[in-house]
């Protein structure tokens, strides 16, 4: 496993984090973690190496305003003897806090739930301009300190859904330890961005990143066109590779959080990291990654990467397998099979067509997506 020094925090953490968002569930009920495969690949990749673990308050819940089964799914796992072994991480819901006091009670009850009287990371989750011009003023400078002076965390930091702008805003009001942002080979100019990267590693933040294969849809259901290309390397590779060994290769970078749900998945993903040191890659190998992105480019419909933030939907609408089968069917260029399969997987009072255009999923969405318009969009393709 390759390990990297965590900005300036002085721990040494794996290159692989393990993201505890999309753990195996039982019979596919997304808030109801099938606990014995959960736990062989967190064993197994505990053993193998990963000691950065991320969560968030609501991970495995019904919806993303309230407490979900990720915390207290780990807060077990780890109270078998592994809480020293790993570098542990979790978020504050910011879209739910209006009040210093709400700080501290959802604090508590997450140390409650995780079964630890103290974190390595406090994050603020899903920073964006309207929690930015909301929780200074509650109070959150004052709790952050708090938290570290008393020895209840050891370091803090947030993640980030914004321009680059408010990030670097974000960046220079307060002395955080750590950053988490959105980065892959198609999202160099996205969000923050490499820009902001490369500013957080000036100042000496811990650099996590996200979304290594875009919501697996870097690795699942290659274009031919896309194999085609990754076959010009002399060097062959897998696209999970590929995508990986992009992040690996960029000293800024001191974790990549992966979402796994099998426990394939882990060990493929770990093999991947025992072979990736700084830069491996040479210049005919990131001339075609950069092939591979603008081919990409070219074809999606919009950047939702199913993250499932804007859902559930006030009038019912499954907005990310929307987006998922209208993506689907720009890159991979079959309408007709795409608007066959949106039919079928999708109830008529799920489909894009009983949208309303409240805009109340818009403030919601990481990738600053205008959700009511994009699924006009979906409806046009597929039909009302």
Known sequence: MLYRELGSTGEKVSILGFGTMRLPTVEGVKNQIDKEKANEMLEYGIKNGINYIDTAYPYHGTNFNGEGESERFLGEFLSNGYRDDVFLSTKMPSWTINSKE????????????????YLDAYMIHSVKQDVWDKLPDLGLFQFL?????????????????????????????YEWDISLTQMNYLDTDYQSGITGLQYSDILGLGNVVMEPLRGGKLSQDIPPDILKTWDKSKIKRSPVEWAFKYLYNMKEVDVVLSGMNTLEQVKENIAIANNSYPNTLNIEEKELIREVAAIYKNKKGNDCNGCGYCMPCPYNVNISDCFKEYNVSLIFD?????????KLILDKEKRASNCTDCKKCIRLCTQQINIPDELKKVVKLFGE
């Open 334 to 342: 079959e309408v007709e099979s795409a608007k066959h399969h949106y």
């Open 102 to 117: 709400d700080m501290e009670n959802i604090f508590n009850r997450q140390l409650e739930l995780l079964q630890t009287d």
């Open 145 to 173: 300190d708090d938290l570290k002076s008393s020895g209840n965390v050891k370091y803090v930091g947030f993640s980030f859904h914004d321009s680059l702008d408010l990030f670097l805003e974000v960046i220079d009001g």
